[in-house]
């Protein structure tokens, strides 16, 4: 099953089928590029390549025409111009293994679309990818924003941050991952984004938890709001600057994840809320919500660091069955009975004000997206 050739498209792979996978591709095709994506799972391949459907992950969705797939990664990485990676963050390891020697030689931009911290190593998926693939850091860029997929598939305007170390692989992936309903900005920090989209999943199952017991806007306003700070502060803490944290890889992904019911981490965090037990959530889910897996490295990243996390805390004693899931909203942010500041640790303001002016930057550069890749400065 050979994609077909189109000399006048750019060719791009995207490596997995999955539902963000299969609806980037489709952005990347709509963009004008020729796309083959690899599937794990021949008859996913199939049905993409000929019927131009993913029924399992985007039902109701119709794919382009300029979008094929393949079961066989040699076939998918064939001439690439530029890889996509949108695999579980826990399998990257063992598929990057398998993908170094057909990419050998090429120059390639390889960008992550995954968003989670590898468990045994703590690291991020880009640091996973140059060290699997051994390639030079400024040919790595991450994606991340508010970007449910089911919403993009059905093309409802959005936008993402395309980062990389090199400005040069930033901008020549944006251009590439745009179209009339998807707008890409840029920007050079790689720890910042990275992290954004890592860290927003853990608060949106604290979302879901008390959501799922039956909490009001109240809770989750509150939570969503101490949760910004907390994701600001771990990100500093590792290299990250805090305007990446107000920007759309931080609170645009926080507030898309955290509100609706197409995320995977706000549904398994309500199963939890319902009285379900982390392995009977696990059974019940589908997809992967990279959320859970995320909790313990992302504690041990910052108890290292010397950062408090109290809703992630307390994330992971519901999970571990060590806490009442009606007792995560009393406990909000600290057990501590003195009065606490609302500023973060690095000393930037963390209420309502800040949350109000990120809402309003974010909002400003989707009106602007129409014009040439800007830098994201939200």
């Known amino acids: 099953m050979s994609p077909r050739r189109d ?32 599937a794990r799972r021949p008859e996913t391949a199939l049905e993409i390549h000929e019927a131009k459907r993913n029924s399992e992950y985007l039902p109701g969705v119709n ?10 990664l040699s076939e998918a990485l064939d001439g690439a111009d530029q890889v996509y990676i949108a695999i579980s963050s826990q399998a990257a390891r063992q598929n990057l293994k398998a993908i170094r020697p057909l990419l050998a030689g090429s120059n390639a931009p390889v960008v992550s679309l995954m968003k989670g ?16 693939l051994a390639c030079d850091p400024d040919r790595i860029a991450v994606a991340s924003g508010p970007n449910l997929a089911l919403e993009i598939a ?19 992936v944006a251009r590439r991952a745009r179209n009339k309903y998807f707008r890409t900005f840029v920007n050079t920090d790689v720890i910042g984004t990275e992290f954004g989209g890592v ?24 939570i969503i709001t101490r949760g910004l700070v907390e994701m600001t502060d771990f990100a500093v803490a590792q290299g990250a600057q805090p305007e990446t944290l107000q920007g759309l890889a931080g609170l645009g992904d926080l507030i898309a994840t955290c509100q609706s019911p ?13 009285g379900y037990s982390f392995q009977d959530v696990v059974k019940q889910m589908n997809q992967t919500a990279e959320g859970l897996a995320s909790v313990a490295p992302v504690l041990q990243l910052a108890r290292a660091a010397g950062v408090q996390m109290p809703i992630v805390e307390q994330v992971k004693r519901v999970l571990d069955g060590t806490m009442d899931p009606r007792e995560i909203a009393p406990h909000l942010t600290t057990d501590d009975d003195d009065p606490q500041g609302e500023r973060t640790q690095h000393g930037s303001a963390g209420g309502g004000g800040a949350l109000r002016r ?5 909002l400003d550069q989707f009106r602007h997206g129409g014009r040439s890749a800007p830098r994201d400065r939200s």
Do not use: C
């Open 7 to 38: 000399a006048d498209r750019p060719r791009v792979a995207v490596i997995g089928a999955g539902s963000w996978g299969t609806t980037f591709g489709k952005v990347l095709a709509d963009g004008g590029a020729h796309v083959t994506m690899w």
């Open 63 to 72: 794919l382009p025409r300029e979008m094929y797939a393949t079961h066989h």
């Open 117 to 132: 911290v590898e468990k045994a190593s703590g690291l991020r998926m880009s640091q996973v990818i140059e060290q699997e």
């Open 154 to 172: 059905r093309e409802q305007p959005t936008a993402a941050v395309i980062s990389s170390t090199s400005q040069e692989t930033a901008d020549a």
């Open 199 to 222: 860290l927003k999943n853990l608060i949106a199952v604290a979302i879901g938890i008390v959501d799922g017991v039956g909490y009001g806007e109240n809770t989750k306003a509150s």
């Open 262 to 274: 197409l995320s995977r981490n706000n549904t398994a965090g309500r199963l939890l809320g319902q």
């Open 358 to 362: 990120s809402l309003q930057r974010a």
